[in-house]
């Protein structure tokens, strides 16, 4: 069946340090990969999108990367800040049908 | 622009009891999405419209619920008769149609079952 696993459920990091979130997927092949920011009791919120031809996109201090061979995305906030602290959800999508996302990762930037 | 309005935001109901939850999507966009998101965990795709038809309500359980988009604007959301692990927020979201472009989401509506 199809999987979509997000390194780790926590992660707590120092301000000014640049946190790195992972989000791998098996039995799936999919077009594009966003990144969502979700406060509590909110929606989330759209942050950056990245199809499968390419390698890496930047926005500011966010950058991603999509390695199709791997199966795997890794999303970087570089410089954190305390207001980064947010969970974050990868979504996977097959064209415009089907965005799935994985389960978040809380991170916590300390200042 | 507005954005994608939900409601109502909370909801308790009884278990076997039905509800329903309503959702505006941004003036434009043919996309909707309604996700459920338990504690803890990522949205669930439940249902994906394209206009007024569905493109995917694999994970939609359909014994209890349903969906509708009349005239592709607003969409309903129904749960009959609910459950105890119906608990969780609702989110309704848009996107442009035929692009694969940032979904919007709405606040979400949260689900009590007691």
């Known amino acids: 069946s199809q999987k979509i696993e997000q390194n780790s459920e926590a992660l707590n990091i120092q301000e000014g340090k640049t946190a790195t979130l992972t989000c791998n997927y098996t039995?799936?092949?999919?077009?594009?990969l966003q990144w969502y920011r979700q406060d509590p009791g909110r929606g989330p919120v759209f942050l950056l999108l990245?199809?499968?031809?390419?390698k890496e996109k930047r926005k500011e201090r966010l950058k991603v990367t999509f390695d199709t061979t791997l199966k795997q995305s890794l999303f970087h906030i570089t410089a954190s800040q305390p207001a980064d602290s947010a969970t974050y959800l990868c979504?996977?999508?097959?064209?415009?049908?089907?965005?799935?996302f994985g389960a978040g990762t809380r991170l916590t930037v300390k200042p | 622009e507005a954005g994608v309005a939900q409601s109502p935001r909370y909801k308790i109901i009884e278990k076997r009891q039905s509800v329903a939850f309503w959702c505006n999507p941004i003036s434009g966009h043919a996309t909707l999405y309604w996700y459920q998101q338990i504690l803890g965990q990522g949205p669930k795709l439940l249902i994906q419209?394209?206009?007024?038809?569905?493109?995917?309500d694999s994970q939609l359980p359909k014994d209890r619920f349903s969906a509708e988009r009349l005239k592709g604007v607003d969409s309903t959301l129904k749960i009959q008769p609910a459950k105890l692990e119906d608990s969780a927020v609702y989110l309704c979201a848009s996107s442009f149609q035929g692009r694969v472009t940032e979904a919007f989401f709405g606040q979400g509506t949260r689900l009590t079952v007691v």
């Open positions: 419209f394209q206009n007024n038809g569905v493109v995917d």
């Open positions: 979504a996977l999508s097959l064209g415009a049908l089907h965005m799935r």
């Open positions: 039995n799936y092949s999919p077009a594009y």
């Open positions: 990245i199809r499968e031809n390419e």
